[in-house]
């Protein structure tokens, strides 16, 4: 949850700062991971679209009131978020790394949870067998 004016919290901030390092052992950063759109339509796809899903709602964006920013605004900071390089997001001064988090971790959950909606409907209609082992 935000503070009362709908901004993150000072821990929301820091754990949006860390979406764009890689950690230790790993590949990508937890940015490049989640704005990555599900390609396996299976019951293993339909799981990783839901965490994936659950990974962004779980930071708390959809409370965030974002009204004052333009919708045009906010949407070129999603773009960006959604396209640039994990390190090219890092590299912003700090306001606008923050304010780019903040827009990709608002917008993304409803995307997300779309594209679980879709990856479901899928494996359901293709192939209704893979779904019983979900989760």
């Known amino acids: 949850m935000g503070d009362p ?29 989640m704005r990555r759109s599900p390609r396996d339509i299976s019951a293993r796809g339909v799981g990783k679209a839901l965490e994936r899903y659950e990974s962004l709602n779980a930071l708390g964006g959809s409370s965030w009131d974002l009204s004052s920013i333009p919708p ?38 409803q995307v997300a949870a779309d594209e679980a909606i879709e990856v479901f409907d899928l494996a359901i209609t293709h192939a209704p067998g893979l779904l019983i082992s979900i989760r």
């Open 72 to 109: 045009g605004r906010l949407q070129a900071l999603v773009r960006f978020a959604k396209a640039a390089r994990a390190q090219a997001v890092a590299d912003l001064g700090g306001n606008r790394r923050l304010d780019t988090l903040v827009a990709f971790t608002s917008v993304m959950p």
């Open 5 to 33: 004016r709908g901004r993150p919290t000072p821990e929301q901030a820091a754990q949006l700062e860390q979406l764009v390092v890689v950690p230790a052992g790993k590949r990508v950063s937890e940015l490049d991971r």
